[in-house]
């Protein structure tokens, strides 16, 4: 498994990259977007796990959050909260992921090898920016807690694309780890709270092929 620290030497390359996925994204000030356009950028997306430099600056990823928080919102509880993790503080949530691997094996009368140590501690150096997001549930009689994680879930949905639309390749990862005591215990998160995803971000060299039409006919009903 790659780190984000065996990339560095790709950064020419990657900004290149960058600036010819930018061209494809409906971005700019003075662009103009159809419908169609939308749409077909939108069927576009795609997880992508190699990332490396370069990274969304601090105001593209505000500008993203700012994208994020539009999702439905019932009563307008804000039920998002958003964790940017980047540089040395990778490491930090890497020691966190490995402490929650290492108490889930002994719950579970086993212990970690040390490959798998290595790999639970290297995983936030996937990217160079991570975004966790998560459910800060509230106890409201009209909003019931499941509302309040689709519409988290909606606000990542929004973050990964203001992210692509800026130029950058995203994943979303959660995995069995993140609502480990240790993990919740670093993000300083409530009992209650829900990590929703952890959303990694940065550029990537891969020429990813179209994505293949998912026929909707078998998932869709129309009722009149």
């Given at each position: 498994m790659n780190s984000s620290e065996?990339?560095?030497d790709n950064g020419n390359e990657l900004n290149s990259n960058r600036e010819e996925n930018q061209a494809e994204s409906p971005r700019g000030a003075n662009a103009q977007v159809?419908?169609?356009q939308l749409i077909n950028w939108i069927k576009s997306r795609r997880s992508i796990g190699n990332l490396s430099i370069p990274a969304p600056t601090e105001s593209q990823i505000r500008a993203a959050i700012d994208c994020a928080v539009t999702a439905p919102d019932h009563k307008k509880l804000r039920p998002w909260r958003f964790i940017v993790t980047q540089g040395n503080a990778r490491h930090d949530l890497g020691r966190a992921l490995l402490a929650a691997a290492e108490a889930q094996a002994v719950q579970e009368g086993e212990e970690l090898s040390e490959k798998s140590r290595k790999k639970t501690y290297?995983?936030?150096?996937?990217?160079p920016v991570i975004i966790t997001v998560v459910?800060?549930?509230?106890?409201?009689?009209?909003?019931?807690?499941?509302?309040?994680m689709l519409s988290a879930g909606a606000a990542v949905q929004n973050l990964i694309l203001a992210l692509q639309a800026?130029?950058?390749s995203t994943v979303w990862r959660t995995g069995l780890l993140a609502n480990e005591p240790a993990v919740k215990a670093y993000f300083d998160v409530g009992a209650d709270d829900y990590v929703t995803a952890f959303v990694y971000?940065?550029?990537?060299?891969?020429?990813?092929p179209t994505r293949k039409p998912i026929d909707i006919e078998p998932l869709l009903r129309f009722e009149s």
């Amino acid at each position: 498994m790659n780190s984000s620290e065996d990339n560095m030497d790709n950064g020419n390359e990657l900004n290149s990259n960058r600036e010819e996925n930018q061209a494809e994204s409906p971005r700019g000030a003075n662009a103009q977007v159809t419908a169609e356009q939308l749409i077909n950028w939108i069927k576009s997306r795609r997880s992508i796990g190699n990332l490396s430099i370069p990274a969304p600056t601090e105001s593209q990823i505000r500008a993203a959050i700012d994208c994020a928080v539009t999702a439905p919102d019932h009563k307008k509880l804000r039920p998002w909260r958003f964790i940017v993790t980047q540089g040395n503080a990778r490491h930090d949530l890497g020691r966190a992921l490995l402490a929650a691997a290492e108490a889930q094996a002994v719950q579970e009368g086993e212990e970690l090898s040390e490959k798998s140590r290595k790999k639970t501690y290297n995983m936030p150096l996937r990217a160079p920016v991570i975004i966790t997001v998560v459910t800060h549930m509230q106890v409201h009689k009209k909003v019931p807690p499941f509302e309040q994680m689709l519409s988290a879930g909606a606000a990542v949905q929004n973050l990964i694309l203001a992210l692509q639309a800026q130029g950058f390749s995203t994943v979303w990862r959660t995995g069995l780890l993140a609502n480990e005591p240790a993990v919740k215990a670093y993000f300083d998160v409530g009992a209650d709270d829900y990590v929703t995803a952890f959303v990694y971000t940065g550029s990537s060299p891969c020429d990813m092929p179209t994505r293949k039409p998912i026929d909707i006919e078998p998932l869709l009903r129309f009722e009149s």
